[in-house]
């Protein structure tokens, strides 16, 4: 009567731990009533189930870490998605532009005009070209190890050359009111595309002339 007393009592927590585990509790272990009447296989069971909660336990904690770094690895694609469509947005925007101007057959375009446009694509051509070759540093930029050229810069030259990759100005005016040349040591190509996404925020929020 004893055994089957003391056999009856260490199955029961071992059907509460069992249960405990079904419903995500994976730190509940069982301790079973041990003395003279307790059978070795229910002792060896009792250690075997402990040893299996723990493990579980363990991946359980792994597998929450992997989901939370996975879950920022899909937030760091979807940002770099976004950001890489806006960046590559501006000059394939002028390339086309300039293109299908140059392609017109219904006006007439002045060598001087044609030079400009030319030129200008063949700019934002190389400027696309260094941009994905970027994608490529994303290494980098993890890890903070990103580098790049630092040249001397004509800060108003850029900013007429920005104003001219711009298509659409939602009616806004911009005027440049420093006439004299400020140079300044920066990356050219990330300087301006700084300034064309300043230039059409600006055109796009704001209500009024924006003035620089």
Same mark, same amino acid.
């Given at each position: %009567? ?10 029961r ?10 419903k %995500?509790n994976?730190? @509940?272990?069982?301790?079973?009533l041990?003395?003279i ?12 189930f !402990?040893? +299996?909660v ?13 989901? =939370?770094? /996975?879950?920022l690895? !899909?937030e760091f @694609?979807?940002n770099?998605?976004d950001?890489?469509?806006h960046?590559l947005?501006?000059? /394939?925007?002028?390339i +086309? %532009?300039?293109? &299908?101007r /140059?392609l ?6 002045d060598?001087d ?5 030319l030129?200008?694509i063949? @700019? =934002?051509?190389e ?6 070759e970027?994608? /490529? ?6 890890h903070?190890n #990103? ?5 001397k810069? !004509?800060?108003n030259?850029?900013?007429?050359d920005s104003l001219?990759l711009?298509k659409?100005f939602?009616?806004h ?16 190509d990330? #300087?301006?595309q700084v300034?064309i996404?300043?230039i059409? !925020?600006?055109?796009?929020? &704001? ?6």
């Amino acid at each position: %009567g004893l055994y089957t007393y003391y056999l009856y009592i260490n199955l029961r927590q071992l059907f509460k731990g069992i249960v405990a585990i079904s419903k %995500g509790n994976y730190k @509940r272990k069982i301790r079973f009533l041990t003395n003279i009447f307790t059978p070795f296989e229910i002792t060896f069971l009792a250690l075997e189930f !402990n040893k +299996m909660v723990y493990e579980i336990n363990v991946s359980y904690r792994k597998l929450k870490e992997y989901n =939370q770094e /996975l879950k920022l690895v !899909n937030e760091f @694609r979807s940002n770099l998605v976004d950001t890489v469509s806006h960046e590559l947005r501006t000059p /394939l925007t002028s390339i +086309m %532009g300039y293109t &299908s101007r /140059l392609l017109r057959q219904d006006i007439e375009i002045d060598e001087d005009v044609k030079i400009k446009s030319l030129k200008i694509i063949k @700019r =934002q051509s190389e400027r696309l070209s260094r941009m994905v070759e970027d994608l /490529l540093v994303i290494p980098d930029i993890e890890h903070s190890n #990103l580098k790049f050229e630092v040249e001397k810069i !004509n800060l108003n030259e850029l900013i007429n050359d920005s104003l001219t990759l711009i298509k659409d100005f939602k009616n806004h005016n911009f005027i440049i009111k420093n006439k004299q040349n400020f140079f300044i040591s920066s990356n050219k190509d990330r #300087l301006e595309q700084v300034l064309i996404n300043l230039i059409e !925020n600006a055109s796009k929020y &704001s209500a009024v002339d924006f003035q620089k």
